[in-house]
């Protein structure tokens, strides 16, 4: 039951907010600082920010609605959410700067992999 609730608050989280980006990337302006200069990266942001959140979304959908993908899904949450934890931590260090965005993208990161590790090892030992 706790997976299938950390499933759906993944794909609540992830393919809303891709979304958002992918249909409005100026946002990101407000919320990151970033934004796009050209044409080019305004393409830029709503394939980073837009489709591939929204990929990383729906991959815990696809799970939650066909439990065979779950193993599937937790890989995938756990390399690509724990590849922007890393490299965020490490940015923030070698820059030397922590705004409140980067600080909940970090707890939001780092919580997600702790509980993506916890449920792959009760997956992978069929306690769920």
Request: charged residues 10%; contains cysteine; positive net charge.
């Amino acid at each position: 039951m706790a997976l299938r609730f950390f499933l759906a608050y993944l794909a609540l989280v992830w393919t809303p907010y891709g979304a958002y980006c992918f249909l409005n990337p100026a946002i990101l302006e407000s919320f990151a600082g970033v934004a796009a200069q050209n044409a080019t990266a305004a393409v830029e942001l709503r394939a980073m920010y837009g489709g591939l959140q929204i990929a990383v979304g729906l991959s815990a959908l696809l799970a939650l609605l066909r439990p065979a993908f779950v193993a599937h899904a937790l890989y995938l949450q756990l390399f690509v959410v724990g590849g922007l934890a890393l490299s965020r931590s490490l940015a923030a260090a070698i820059d030397g700067h922590i705004s409140g965005y980067t600080i909940g993208a970090l707890a939001f990161e780092w919580s997600t992999v702790v509980l993506v590790l916890w449920f792959w090892q009760q997956v992978r030992y069929a306690r769920i």
